[in-house]
């Protein structure tokens, strides 16, 4: 009897677990409701699509804070370099940039989907456009999914539906709600990757963008990551790449508090600095303190480094003490920002939580609970840091839930071509 493999949701996971199991001689079904696949694809890494990391096994796990043990085995079996060669395999070339980042040469991550999709056809996967409803599991086994415009019988079933983040691309919580009632535990769902609320600050320096600053946060009194790059102040608070790879880091808001610092002058040590600043108040001796940052600061920043200094801004330059530049000097290499909290789930990039590790296995993404039914991607508890991590989580786990389902199910396709 023919059975087909059901994938639900053609995001990343999806679409990578279609393809894995079509290329092992499943007849496969993708459910997506949306008109277009890969929507959530489509505008990662602002629409240029970071499509991996250029890393090994190792490099891969330590970029993954939560549950990365997990991931041993996936990433094992399918690395950064191996989702590379997938790719330009596909006609997708591709190119390594800063922090081992991978792009498409022509920065266009319509390219990346489009040649996803070919394969898809290439490989007669059936794409329903609907949109699952729930999984019917008979004696512990699952049966088939029922969407909204009909039901599709199924071998095995593999759920990648994404988190809750960027609702408007398809991610809502139904897979989280589906794995539940399958009686998968799901952790607690939050914003990774996301930006930052403050106390005021963002809203004072609004639409400043800060590149090659420092970053440090303090988690209570420790220091908990350091990195260096770009960050924006907004409305609301803090954005940027800098601060989104950050933010992963800041797991415990209910209990801790959180604290940024921002080194202004990184490439210079205390010394270097102060000799900097030397050579600036002799230049701008004449003038008063406020007006003498031209060179060392945005102008829209000079107004706050000067009030954290406490040196009256109309003082003249002649007349700072070697005790005030020094508080200066303090000022720019710990420019502090303190953190009142994420932003909704919704604004975030990934999302942290979701079906419990424990109860799926790391070599097949295979439930533990319910014969046939498989995870892939976000709607797991695992998330990583930015630099194309979390897209390599959906493509290796996508692969290794598509290549456990087409071993376990009865393979249909060699019924159709007869």
Partial sequence: MSETIVVVGGGAA???AAISAAERGASVTLL???????????ITGKGRCNVTNNADTQTLLANVPRNGKFLYSAFSRFDGRDAMTFFEALGVPLKTERGNRVFPVSDRAFDVSAALERRLKALRVRLARDRAMALE???GAVTAVRGAHGIYPAGAVILATGGVSYPATGS??????????????VTPLRGSLVPLRDYGLGRTLQGLSLRNVGLTVFEDKKKIYTDFGELLFTHFGVSGPLVLSAS???????????????DLKPALDEQA?????????????NHDFCNALN???????????VERTEIPPHEKVHDVTREQRHRLGQVLKHFSVDIAGPCPVTDAIVTSGGVKIGEIDPKTMASKLVKGLYFAGE????DAYTGGFNLQIAWATGRAAGMAAAEQAPSGQEEEDT
């Fill in 295 to 305: 060179d060392l600061l945005p102008q829209k920043l000079i107004g706050a480094v």
């Fill in 273 to 285: 600095l102060d000799k900097r600043l030397l050579r600036d108040f002799e230049k701008y001796a």
């Fill in 32 to 42: 997506e409701p949306n008109e277009r696949l890969g929507k959530k694809l489509n």
């Fill in 137 to 139: 599991i008979t004696s």
């Fill in 14 to 16: 999806g679409m990578m």
């Fill in 379 to 382: 709607i797991m508890d695992v």
């Fill in 248 to 262: 992963a880091h800041m797991r415990h808001f209910d209990k801790k508090t959180y604290r940024l610092e921002i």
């Fill in 172 to 185: 809502t919580g139904e897979g989280h709600r589906m794995a539940r009632e399958a009686g998968h535990t």
